[in-house]
């Protein structure tokens, strides 16, 4: 049951109100209600008695204390103080509505959801695009068209923008060499992009995203920064072209600047970002250097390795050794709460938290809202079994493969296993055939809260930033720069392998799957 849905069953009442997590169900003797209690929508169990509900008008804001308060508060935030002729601020603040308050609608929710939240990943595009594509895979469009206004680059022609970079062939061609795609014909991918890129910039009006609130400041004539005392920026090795545009923009108008970033980490050119983006900003700025060498967070053991990356990095004073070891064998019962596995590629994670959850360890895997995405599943298949989920949850992901395949969407691809996989190794750790037991198992393995008191497997992207006392590194060869084509590629991958080696504060782990043992 969705929110805003109900259901009749003889004298008993089901609804599902807009807003809530839970629905309500009504008991009813004749015309007289009987109880109301809640209940669950997935298990349809019962959870407690309650003594009233509200249903309100279909809206894209619902007004409430909870909401109310979060927009007084993000209203400020964002516009400074509030002036006694705001009757925006003033409505909302006596619980009225308000014509045009939907356009705020992120200031009274935590968080928001598109469409594509709900979509599965799937390719959405215009019918007059079609043609433009034919044969030109729209995964490689979406990257690169992502890599390119990360970068800067509005197409020639576009109303009241002009580019950072210039819309030319080589440029384009540049952005396809670094994200190392084996286009079919270039000139199709180059032409789809740049039309998905203008029609894209071209409906910007409507909906923004987080691209759009760097582009309009930024590419629109008319807007200016306060000046503030002084501006702080970190992690400045990771700033793409626009950020960093923004970042100067802010920056000449403060009384100071301070940048801090280590160029060694800089691992995400795929959005754009390049490996210079901390130079570049210093030359604009015209900062000092003050080079900080020293590591408070490794052991000796671990810098020893990382000094083949970063020859003058030092050890703090009293640094411990620590420990360095290497398995050929994945045992997952070496592995305990609050370890942290790391991986180059998505799918090594996914495939040993199945073995984890299999082994009854609790897991949960960073970058991934797998919970969400299964839960979804088992609303909409309307499976009353775990035996007959998995079964529908075949189905879906054999339509999914379909269209992947199809479409020449490797992630898509992968995704549709990788989520098919989890699924079947959940049921088997089920004690019985009941979607209720599912889905609590499932809580219970994926639930982000008490990272500590499970094992968390990610990426070491997701990972760059964070510590923990034991790392263990899944298929270290899979960052190996003889893998990678450009030159670029190669010095982002050993700027990886440098991330993945000072991660951990006291033991750090090099595992290999039999795929990948060679080295």
């Known amino acids: 049951m969705e929110p805003g849905e109900f259901a009749v ?59 109310i308060s979060n927009f007084r508060t993000r209203y400020r935030e964002l516009f400074g103080a509030v002036k006694k002729d705001d009757t925006l601020y003033e409505a909302i603040s006596q619980n009225t509505a308000h014509s045009g308050m939907e356009h705020f609608l992120p200031l009274f929710y935590e968080r928001t959801d598109t469409i594509f939240d709900y979509t599965e990943g799937a390719q959405i595009m215009l019918d007059a695009d079609l043609e433009l594509l034919g044969a030109t ?11 390119a206004r990360g970068r800067g680059l509005v197409p020639e022609g576009t109303p009241g923008m002009t580019g950072l970079i210039a819309d030319n062939e080589r440029e384009w061609a540049g952005l396809i060499a670094d994200l190392d795609i084996e286009a079919r ?9 740049r039309r998905a890129l203008t029609v894209s910039i071209a409906q910007s009006g409507g909906t923004i995203d987080f691209m759009d609130m760097l582009y309009m400041p930024i590419l629109t004539d008319g807007t200016t920064f306060p000046r503030t005392d002084l501006a702080m920026v970190d992690e400045l090795q990771d700033l793409d072209p626009l950020q960093r545009r923004m970042v100067e923009m802010v920056g000449a108008e403060s009384g100071g600047f301070i940048g801090v970033g280590d160029p060694r980490q800089a691992i995400f050119s795929w959005r754009g970002t390049g490996l210079d983006a901390m130079e570049r900003v210093a030359r604009t700025m015209e900062c000092a250097a003050l080079p900080l060498s020293v590591c408070y967070r490794c052991p ?24 360095v070891e290497e398995h050929a064998v994945i045992d997952p019962a070496r592995f305990a709460a609050g370890d942290v596995i790391i991986c180059r590629m998505k799918a090594p994670c996914v495939d040993l938290a199945i073995r984890l959850i299999q082994a009854g360890i609790p897991t949960r895997v960073l970058g991934r809202d797998i919970a969400a995405s299964i839960e979804e599943l088992v609303r909409s298949s309307g499976a009353e079994s775990v035996t007959a989920l998995v079964q529908a949850a075949q189905r879906r992901c054999d339509r999914a493969q379909a269209r992947a395949a199809k479409l020449d969407d490797d992630r898509a691809l992968a995704e549709a296993a990788d989520r098919q ?14 979607i209720a037991t599912f889905v609590r198992r499932l809580r219970f393995l994926f639930a982000e809260e008490d990272g500590a008191a499970k094992v968390t497997l990610c990426t070491i992207h997701k990972f760059k930033g964070m510590q923990a006392r034991r790392v263990w590194w899944l298929d270290e060869n899979l960052c190996d720069e003889n893998r990678v084509k450009s030159p670029m590629a190669a010095q982002e991958t050993r700027n990886l392998r440098y991330v993945a080696l000072t991660r951990s504060t006291d033991e750090l782990h090099f595992i290999y799957s039999r795929d990948n043992r060679d080295r």
């Open 137 to 147: 895979p729209p995964g490689q469009v979406r990257a690169l068209v992502d890599a």
């Open 300 to 323: 000796t053991s671990h810098l020893d390795l990382a000094r083949e990356y970063v020859p003058q990095i030092e050890a703090a004073p009293g640094a411990i050794a620590g420990l």
């Open 421 to 434: 996989r989890i699924i079947e190794a959940i049921a088997e750790t089920c004690d019985d055939n009941s």
């Open 185 to 193: 014909d270039s000139n199709a991918l180059i032409g789809a992009a």
């Open 9 to 67: 069953r003889g004298s008993i009442f089901d609804v599902m109100p807009a807003g809530e997590n839970e629905g309500f169900r009504l008991d009813w003797f004749g015309d007289d209600v009987e109880s109301i209690k809640r209940f669950d929508p997935m298990t349809q169990i019962t959870t407690a008695p309650a003594g009233r509900f509200t249903l309100t008008p279909t809206s894209e804001v619902l007004l409430s204390d909870a909401t």
